[in-house]
């Protein structure tokens, strides 16, 4: 059983940076994708970032410039570094890993951007 854990999450003021982090479980975590999704209230669930086990990343064009997700393999770690953040950036982020066609997502952790 795979399990997401995410955390970093809070009040941040425009401008402002935060880090959210994910741990995962399971040894396989190397081999497998990791994606930070966003879901703000009454909107669907958008990816952000994603990062393949090789380490190539994509990034919603909304977000370019200005997130960076990395992982930490040895650790079983992914983390989004989230900068110059804006009040449009504000939702729950979730963890996510697809494996063998099952998507699996942590809890989520709240990003509130405002002054």
């Known amino acids: 059983q795979v399990q997401l854990v995410e955390s970093g999450g809070g009040l941040v003021q425009p401008g402002g940076s935060l880090r959210l982090s994910c741990a995962a479980s399971g040894s396989i975590f190397s081999i497998y994708a990791m994606g930070w999704y966003r879901q703000a209230p009454g909107k669907q669930r958008e990816l952000v970032a994603r990062?393949?086990?090789?380490?190539?990343?994509n990034y919603a064009d909304s977000v370019k410039g200005r997130f960076t997700i990395s992982r930490d393999n040895a650790k079983n770690m992914v983390y989004l570094q989230m900068n110059s953040l804006k009040p449009e950036d504000t939702a729950v982020y979730y963890c996510n890993t697809p494996i063998l066609g099952t998507n699996y997502w942590g809890q989520g952790t709240q990003v509130t951007v405002a002054s």
């Open positions: 990062i393949t086990s090789g380490g190539s990343t």
